[in-house]
């Protein structure tokens, strides 16, 4: 079984940075895995931020976070990483680390969505004043 635990959330002002951490374990990581970041602020929907395909290194940003933020791997730790820079209030939310098997295209593609993906973190609290 996957498992997934996210840390590095913190409190921070607009323009800021913070790095987001996910340990991963309980798979095989050279196998073909989507690793995405998810976030959910209160009362809007979850979604997906970026993603990264464990068997090439392809990657996935979403249109608001592009030229922000950038996912990267460390296969060596077995960990996931979200660098996030020029952090906006609307950034504010819980960010999720997830894991699912699937296509690399699926995955750098961004054609997935939070319902696609089977294992879950316990989520990391991002907040950005202004």
């Known amino acids: 079984q996957v498992q997934l635990v996210e840390s590095g959330g913190g409190s921070v002002q607009a323009g800021g940075s913070l790095t987001l951490s996910c340990s991963v374990s309980?798979?095989?990581?050279?196998?073909?895995?989507?690793m995405g970041w998810f976030r959910q602020a209160p009362g809007k929907e979850r979604e997906g931020v970026a993603a990264?395909?464990?068997?090439?290194?392809?990657?996935y940003g979403a249109d608001s976070v592009k030229g922000r933020f950038t996912i990267s791997r460390d296969n060596d730790k077995n960990t996931i990483y979200l660098q996030m820079n020029s952090l906006k209030p609307e950034d504010t939310a819980m960010y999720y680390c997830?894991?699912?098997?699937?296509?690399?295209?699926?995955?750098?593609?961004?054609?997935?969505?939070?319902?696609?993906?089977?294992?879950w973190g316990q989520g990391t609290q991002v907040t950005v004043s202004s």
């Open positions: 997830a894991a699912e098997a699937t296509a690399p295209l699926y995955c750098s593609g961004g054609y997935f969505t939070p319902a696609d993906f089977g294992s």
């Open positions: 309980g798979y095989k990581y050279s196998s073909g895995y989507c």
């Open positions: 990264i395909y464990t068997g090439g290194g392809d990657t």
